[in-house]
């Protein structure tokens, strides 16, 4: 195999399961937080978490095969996203571990004060991590301040810059309607109703963002000189989708609008990481001190070790996960949760 070939095959690699974690994560996320505004009864509200009860655990999967598979091919790359973006990652956990016990909290008491204070961690739980992931990936791609050690050199403030911000705000609407065509396909009467109405809404808030954001990216690597391979093609179908959603919506083809938000996610991400290569983190001090697939990855043999697993128990994961979504995709509502819903 020739010198590097595993470095990219990685890089690859944790691109599809970053890819994989926004598309399935990102509908779930967009079921809470679309929680208290589609929800106007208890009822209703826990119809909504029902949709997602099956399959939220399992997509929080792909979020620790990620973590797991940069910190081992790429350890410096995680040492110094760990370090600099350590208030956001922090954040982002606690968000998640909310998020995780409000599910299994939320109905073991009667009361409906108690079932709205988890209501609201569910919608914090969701929003934040989706806000800040698109934060995240955004400072990763515009740049920090990274130095010749390959450390974080900044603060707090030079993560919050004007693109992440923009990027932070595009991935959470995002996932907000993607969250809204999911629903129009798992749930039935009033409530998918109002999930249609609410994929309207967001759309065209939806469509300015990403067209903003990949404008802004194409800005942004015109100034990195022999840097990044993005095929035109790539973000033009983006915006190509997530336009077609809003018509897809409108002629009520729930199934299709769900591919085309989710094809406009996994296709925003895919610019992102192909912005990137062969770089893992940009350094807006200089580009010598940018961290790579090469300056920032395990050895050869660790990378081998690693490929090996990943072609045994990778297909395994992606059978059971298939499963379980072939298991519940029936709709969800009033008459198929029983009575007192």
Same mark, same amino acid.
């Given at each position: 195999?020739?010198?590097?070939?595993?470095?990219?095959?990685?890089?690859?690699?944790?691109?599809?399961?970053?890819?994989?974690?926004?598309?399935?994560?990102?509908?779930?996320?967009?079921?809470?937080?679309?929680?208290?505004?589609?929800?106007?009864?208890?009822?209703?509200?826990?119809?909504?978490?029902?949709?997602?009860?099956?399959?939220?655990?399992?997509?929080?999967?792909?979020?620790?095969?990620?973590?797991?598979?940069?910190?081992?091919?790429?350890?410096?790359?995680?040492?110094?996203?760990?370090?600099?973006?350590?208030?956001?990652?922090?954040?982002?956990?606690?968000?998640?571990?909310?998020?995780?016990?409000?599910?299994?909290?939320?109905?073991?008491?009667?009361?409906?004060?108690?079932?709205?204070?988890?209501?609201?961690?569910?919608?914090?739980?969701?929003?934040?991590?989706?806000?800040?992931?698109?934060?995240?990936?955004?400072?990763?791609?515009?740049?920090?301040? =990274?130095? *010749?050690? +390959?450390?974080? &050199?900044?603060?707090? %403030? !030079?993560?919050?810059?004007?693109? #992440?911000?923009?990027?932070?705000?595009?991935?959470?609407?995002?996932?907000?309607?993607?969250?809204?065509?999911?629903?129009?396909?798992?749930?039935?009467?009033?409530?998918?109703?109002?999930?249609?109405?609410?994929?309207?809404?967001?759309?065209?808030?939806?469509?300015?963002?990403?067209?903003?954001?990949?404008?802004?990216?194409?800005?942004?690597?015109?100034?990195?000189?022999?840097?990044?391979?993005?095929?035109?093609?790539?973000?033009?179908?983006?915006?190509?989708? =997530?336009? *077609?959603? +809003?018509?897809? &919506?409108?002629?009520? %083809? !729930?199934?299709?609008?769900?591919? #085309?938000?989710?094809?406009?996610?996994?296709?925003?991400?895919?610019?992102?990481?192909?912005?990137?290569?062969?770089?893992?983190?940009?350094?807006?001090?200089?580009?010598?001190?940018?961290?790579?697939?090469?300056?920032?990855?395990?050895?050869?043999?660790?990378?081998?070790?690693?490929?090996?697993?990943?072609?045994?128990?990778?297909?395994?994961?992606?059978?059971?996960?298939?499963?379980?979504?072939?298991?519940?995709?029936?709709?969800?509502?009033?008459?198929?949760?029983?009575?007192?819903?």
């Amino acid at each position: 195999m020739p010198p590097g070939a595993l470095n990219n095959v990685w890089f690859v690699l944790i691109g599809l399961l970053w890819i994989g974690y926004f598309f399935l994560e990102g509908f779930d996320f967009g079921v809470g937080i679309l929680l208290p505004f589609l929800g106007r009864t208890d009822g209703d509200r826990r119809i909504l978490i029902s949709t997602i009860g099956p399959f939220w655990d399992g997509n929080e999967v792909w979020l620790i095969v990620a973590g797991g598979a940069t910190f081992a091919a790429f350890p410096n790359w995680y040492a110094t996203l760990f370090s600099g973006f350590y208030p956001a990652l922090l954040l982002i956990l606690l968000a998640l571990i909310c998020r995780a016990v409000a599910f299994e909290f939320r109905d073991q008491e009667r009361s409906l004060r108690w079932r709205q204070w988890w209501d609201r961690a569910l919608f914090f739980g969701s929003a934040l991590p989706a806000l800040l992931w698109g934060i995240a990936f955004s400072d990763m791609l515009h740049g920090v301040p =990274i130095g *010749a050690s +390959g450390d974080y &050199v900044g603060g707090l %403030l !030079d993560l919050v810059q004007p693109y #992440a911000l923009l990027g932070g705000l595009t991935l959470l609407l995002l996932v907000t309607l993607h969250g809204a065509a999911f629903l129009t396909l798992k749930t039935a009467d009033e409530i998918r109703q109002r999930a249609h109405v609410a994929a309207q809404w967001l759309w065209p808030f939806t469509v300015a963002a990403v067209f903003v954001f990949l404008a802004w990216s194409y800005v942004n690597a015109l100034g990195v000189q022999g840097e990044g391979v993005v095929p035109g093609i790539v973000p033009i179908a983006a915006l190509g989708s =997530i336009l *077609a959603a +809003g018509w897809l &919506v409108r002629e009520r %083809l !729930d199934g299709w609008a769900f591919a #085309a938000t989710g094809a406009s996610i996994v296709l925003l991400t895919a610019t992102i990481f192909l912005n990137l290569y062969p770089r893992v983190m940009v350094s807006s001090l200089n580009p010598r001190f940018d961290l790579t697939i090469y300056n920032a990855a395990s050895g050869p043999y660790s990378l081998t070790v690693m490929s090996i697993v990943a072609v045994i128990f990778l297909p395994l994961v992606l059978l059971y996960q298939g499963w379980t979504y072939w298991v519940f995709r029936g709709r969800v509502g009033r008459a198929s949760l029983g009575e007192g819903y």
